[in-house]
């Protein structure tokens, strides 16, 4: 069965400072990987995905991942956060880039001024 | 871009009642969509997957009697809580799987709250 976990569940970081989450995966086979960041009370916004090729991918506002298979793991980072990427970050694995969704826990991010 | 809807986005109901929750694709055509129900402070878990006119296919230990599911057209499927209980009180969010690309959109979800 596939799973996905978020070690950490809450992060603070400064704005300005760098931010790095980290996912890591069980998956059978080669899987689709998603981050999502949730807005309180709001629905999913997709930051990034990877199926294939480069293992570095970039997403939108200024967040990248890293797929290691080696490791399971797809991190998410950001090189300097705004006080606007305070949020909840979710994790995902499928089998393809419609299936359903396996999410991880969770992270919820705080930027401190 | 792909949109997708879901209405309403609050909802309050009586105990015992029913609650009916839409989730449709606004520019797209979709013959699967998926139903997720998160908890406050926790992860999105799958409900169900809703295949336009055929029977959904739910998760183990969730009720489908009790969370009914019909995917009558290629944008539009629903969800029905039937007679509620404050526990069924959560955040009910759909996606939707475009059948031209095979990407999956969500919606914005609706809060449910049985008082």
């Known amino acids: 069965a596939q799973s996905v976990t978020q070690p950490d569940i809450h992060i603070t970081v400064s704005e300005g400072a760098s931010l790095e989450l980290r996912c890591n995966y069980s998956?059978?086979?080669?899987?689709?990987l998603f981050w999502y960041v949730q807005s309180p009370g709001q629905g999913l916004q997709l930051l990034l995905k990877?199926?294939?090729?480069?293992?570095l991918v970039q997403g939108i506002k200024g967040f990248e991942a890293e797929f290691k298979r080696s490791q399971s793991s797809f991190n998410l980072r950001k090189p300097s956060v705004h006080w606007s990427d305070a949020a909840e970050y979710f994790c995902?694995?499928?089998?393809?880039?419609?299936?359903?969704?396996?999410f991880g826990g969770g992270t919820r991010v705080l930027v401190k001024p | 871009g792909a949109v997708v809807s879901q209405h309403p986005s609050r909802v309050i109901c009586k105990s015992g009642t029913s609650v009916k929750i839409e989730c449709r694709s606004l520019?797209?055509?979709?013959?699967?969509m998926f139903w997720y129900r998160q908890f406050p402070k926790q992860s999105l878990m799958l409900m169900a997957t809703?295949?336009?006119?055929?029977?959904?296919?739910?998760e183990q230990g969730v009720e489908k009697d009790k969370f009914l599911i019909n995917h009558a057209s290629l944008t539009l499927s629903t969800l029905t809580v039937t007679s509620a209980h404050p526990e069924d009180s959560s955040f009910y969010i759909c996606?939707?799987?475009?059948?031209?690309?095979?990407?999956?959109?969500f919606g914005p979800g609706t809060r449910l709250t049985v008082t």
């Open positions: 520019d797209f055509q979709a013959t699967t």
């Open positions: 996606s939707a799987r475009d059948v031209v690309s095979g990407g999956q959109y």
């Open positions: 990877y199926f294939s090729g480069d293992t």
């Open positions: 809703s295949n336009e006119g055929s029977k959904a296919t739910y």
């Open positions: 995902a694995v499928g089998a393809t880039a419609g299936n359903k969704l396996t």
């Open positions: 998956y059978g086979a080669t899987p689709y």
